[in-house]
């Protein structure tokens, strides 16, 4: 059996396509197409990530006589380069300010709802209007990396150390956006109608929507921070140990 029809064969069993294969290499879906049809080579680096997403021994890629492939098993899962993770980073946090952006804006727009003048309630139809496409056009993007939620994740050690450094550097920013989401929510909904006071004209209106503001500010960074958290929390957590029979 060739290096070609072994990594087709791998390939299948895996449930792989060549493009998702490509994905996780790195490489053009071409390229993938090529080496199984014995047209072309991976270089070394590529054979090794190859060997890990297979749960495969390089001797058995390398050797041409037939060798029974290793039984997949429970330690099998996608790997992860380096490019493949900052492609999903950069996925994700496009995805989740898509969101936040959504959201608060809507959140916010309330505001208008409370000057009762036919402009303000123009205004208000129209950001929810651009809300929601924004929400839709978040749903009809195709998700590449969907596989990184649902299967066990493969790491070189560089790379997981690289992650782990980055998520300790960002972890208490993150949260503490976080919080401070939560915080204007809060003032936002349940405390903004008590500062303003009563004698002054028009206190409740500036109030509630001075309090919607806040809500739309704080709706934006509570999801949009919870997003990159649970985004770098995947990637750091759900590994698969691949120091057995490697």
Known sequence: MTFGE??????????????????QLGVSRQAVSKWECDNGYPETEKIVRMSKIFNVTLDYLLNEEETKAPETGTEQGIYVSREMAEGFLLYQKRKYLKIAIAAGIMVGSLA?????????????????????????????????????????LVFDK?????????????????????????????????????????????????????????????????????????????LIRNEVDQQKGM
């Open 6 to 23: 072994k990594i087709q064969k791998l390939r299948k069993a895996a449930g792989l396509s060549q493009e998702e294969l490509s994905d």
């Open 112 to 152: 208008l709802s409370f000057l009762l003048s036919d402009l303000s309630m123009l205004l208000f139809m129209l950001i929810w209007i651009a809300g929601i496409v924004l929400l839709f056009s978040v749903k009809l993007t195709e998700n590449p990396y969907g596989k990184l939620w649902k299967e066990p």
């Open 158 to 234: 560089t790379v997981k150390a690289e992650l782990n450094t980055a998520y300790a550097e960002k972890k208490r920013f993150l949260q503490l956006f976080h919080l401070i989401g939560i915080a204007l929510i809060a003032l936002g909904f349940l405390f903004f109608p008590l500062m303003v006071p009563a004698e002054l004209p028009f206190a409740d209106t500036i109030a509630l929507a001075a309090g919607m503001i806040a809500a739309g500010m704080g709706t934006f960074f509570c999801i949009y921070m919870s997003g990159l958290i649970r985004t770098y929390r995947l």
